[in-house]
């Protein structure tokens, strides 16, 4: 099979630009062709682009660009709803801090920084079908229009065509049962400091928060909430009522109480049930494969789902660029990653759970928490096997790694 030169990427978000960089980088040329007719700005909430995917962007030339628009979270310190501090992770060691973006911005970095970089970007080009032949795939867009390239890159997100196309019987998007909200408040938390982050095991549910430098409060909410809702739904809902039940669900907790009091119904934005992806059987067919949501998506309790899909675009491209034929380099692609990112979504599935933790299990973990973050539950070993996580851009890639088998309990 002739070597690949040119890829169409299929979704403009975060994994989509990073890939087609990663491409170029590799001397293959990509387009991006993204679903929405603009560039989706103010679409989502804040995410942590952690050290490793900071390293990933670091590859191909946008960390900077990155790490300019984030905050710095040094710190992670757990609290319960009486402001009492139950365990802390501090920075790794010789690692640059997390950055925690909101999600239109790294969008917009990305896209410019992949824009200067030459590589083009189609907007309200909504996928509906692939036509494979022998040398390549074509696309068809909602729009009429079509496309051909060597390979086709699904990059397109947890409710993802591509995925579908490559597989259609693959197990689509599973719910987690909390319901999500990301506010600001017009409020300074007292003793709070500007370079960590705080989660909050309150009385009722989960909430973190983390200082912004015009003195506001970012903060989000996870409620227990079973039956699945979308974004969509969720806003059907004035603001103004779920503010109302917000100030209700945290009135006893510490600074819970403070930070949906001050917060305005217009700075209030209801997100629904988050959506996960279960292990994914089939990441590739023939001249199709996929990267980030797509294909892994863990919880947002990871806060590892930006950068687990930085790397997986960077691997891909290295595995392009290294092994001829285009079945073994998929599959050392998967190789190099379906582990990895399903580990983590397995740690990600058990912080879900502790944040709906009943009023018992909220007593023990606020007295074993102290003691567990000192000795078996530190931060290097919780966090350093993934945030430590390099990747050898030069190193040739041989396509032996084994392919791990799904594990389909995550």
């Known amino acids: 099979m002739a070597p690949v030169k040119n890829a169409l990427i299929i979704g403009g978000g975060i994994g989509g630009p990073v890939a087609a960089m990663a491409l170029r980088k590799a001397g293959i040329e990509s387009t991006v062709y993204?679903?929405?007719?603009?560039?989706?700005?103010?679409?989502?909430?804040?995410?942590?682009?952690?050290?490793?995917?900071?390293?990933?962007?670091?590859?191909?030339?946008?960390?900077k660009s990155v790490q300019a628009i984030g905050l710095p979270m040094k710190d992670l310190n757990m609290m319960d709803g009486k402001g009492r501090t139950?365990?802390?992770?501090?920075?790794?060691?010789?690692?640059?801090?997390?950055?925690?973006?909101?999600?239109?911005?790294?969008?917009r970095a990305l896209r410019d920084v992949a824009t200067a970089q030459g590589v083009r970007i189609e907007y309200g080009k909504r996928?509906?079908?692939?036509?494979?032949?022998?040398?390549?795939?074509?696309?068809?867009?909602?729009?009429?229009?079509?496309?051909?390239?060597?390979?086709?890159?699904?990059?397109?997100?947890?409710?993802?065509?591509?995925?579908?196309?490559?597989?259609?019987?693959?197990?689509?998007?599973?719910?987690?049962?909390?319901?999500?909200?990301?506010?600001?408040?017009?409020?300074?938390?007292?003793?709070?400091?500007?370079?960590?982050?705080y989660f909050v095991f309150g009385r009722r549910?989960?909430?973190?928060?983390?200082?912004?430098?015009?003195?506001?409060?970012?903060?989000?909410?996870?409620?227990?909430?079973h039956a699945r809702m979308t974004a969509a739904e969720a806003r059907r809902t004035p603001p103004s009522e779920w503010l109302r039940r917000l100030q209700e669900i945290y009135a006893d907790d510490v600074p819970g109480r403070d930070l949906a009091g001050h917060t305005r119904?217009?700075?209030?934005?209801?997100?629904?049930?988050?959506?996960?992806?279960p292990s994914v059987p089939h990441w590739y067919r023939d001249r199709m494969v996929l990267v980030g949501d797509s294909a892994h998506a863990p919880s947002p309790?990871?806060?590892?789902?930006?950068?687990?899909?930085?790397?997986?675009?960077?691997?891909?491209?290295?595995?392009?660029?290294?092994?001829?034929?285009?079945?073994?380099?998929?599959?050392?692609?998967?190789?190099?990653?379906?582990?990895?990112?399903?580990?983590?979504?397995?740690?990600?599935?058990?912080?879900?759970?502790?944040?709906?933790?009943?009023?018992?299990?909220?007593?023990?973990?606020r007295l074993m928490m102290p003691l567990a973050t000192k000795t078996f539950l530190t931060a290097e070993k919780t966090l350093g096997p993934e945030q430590?996580?390099?990747?050898?851009?030069?190193?040739?890639?041989?396509?032996?790694?084994?392919?791990?088998?799904?594990?389909r309990r995550t």
Not at 151 to 179: K, N, Y
């Open 388 to 407: 430590r996580y390099r990747i050898d851009w030069d190193a040739p890639v041989t396509g032996e790694t084994p392919v791990p088998v799904p594990n």
């Open 127 to 197: 996928l509906v079908r692939v036509d494979e032949r022998p040398d390549g795939v074509v696309a068809f867009f909602a729009d009429g229009s079509t496309a051909d390239g060597n390979v086709l890159v699904g990059a397109d997100g947890i409710h993802s065509t591509v995925r579908s196309l490559i597989d259609p019987q693959a197990p689509g998007p599973s719910t987690v049962p909390l319901l999500n909200f990301g506010a600001v408040a017009d409020y300074s938390v007292p003793g709070a400091a500007s370079d960590a982050v």
């Open 34 to 63: 993204e679903a929405y007719d603009d560039t989706a700005d103010g679409v989502g909430a804040m995410l942590t682009v952690a050290p490793n995917g900071l390293d990933a962007l670091r590859i191909i030339g946008a960390d």
């Open 86 to 107: 139950m365990g802390a992770f501090r920075a790794l060691a010789g690692l640059p801090p997390s950055r925690s973006v909101w999600r239109s911005d790294l969008h």
């Open 301 to 365: 309790s990871s806060g590892q789902g930006a950068s687990q899909a930085m790397e997986s675009a960077v691997q891909l491209a290295r595995c392009l660029r290294d092994i001829p034929d285009l079945g073994s380099a998929f599959a050392a692609y998967e190789g190099l990653r379906r582990g990895r990112v399903e580990r983590i979504a397995a740690r990600a599935a058990r912080t879900n759970d502790s944040k709906s933790y009943g009023p018992v299990a909220k007593t023990m973990m």
């Open 265 to 277: 119904a217009d700075r209030l934005s209801a997100f629904g049930t988050n959506a996960i992806m």
């Open 205 to 225: 549910a989960f909430f973190g928060y983390w200082l912004q430098p015009d003195g506001t409060t970012a903060w989000y909410a996870n409620v227990p909430h």
